[in-house]
């Protein structure tokens, strides 16, 4: 990853909006801070959430709370918790998040 034009910057999240994102069952609630050429977010997931999509975008992914399974579309399946991530390429393999007791998650992309 190539970080480029980020200033020094510190980050109270509890002052950014938490804005949801429905996914196919559940809800994605999203604090996202949009910083030079990366999109860091916290983000939680309610009980029974499965995305909408297949996503291909690269990401580095930490489980804070709760359990996440990442659904990989060759078939695979990766369950995390808490103090586990995850770190996949641009393009690598389309993956998406589903969470049956929800999950809260620390992203950079």
Not at 33 to 54: C, F, K, P, Q, T
């Given at each position: ?11 109270d ?21 949009e ?44 369950r ?5 991530s ?24």
């Amino acid at each position: 990853m190539d970080i480029t034009n980020v200033p020094f910057t510190t980050t109270d999240w509890h002052d950014i909006a938490e804005i949801p994102h429905p996914g196919e069952t559940g809800t994605a609630y999203w604090r996202t801070l949009e910083l030079g050429n990366i999109r860091v977010r916290m983000v939680r997931y309610s009980a029974d959430y499965l995305a909408d999509h297949w996503c291909q975008r690269g990401h580095v992914l930490l489980v804070l709370e709760g359990e996440l399974v990442t659904e990989l579309q060759d078939g695979r399946a990766v369950r995390l918790g808490p103090g586990m991530s995850y770190e996949v390429s641009s393009g690598a393999i389309p993956h998406r998040s589903r969470s049956t007791g929800g999950a809260r998650l620390f992203i950079v992309d």
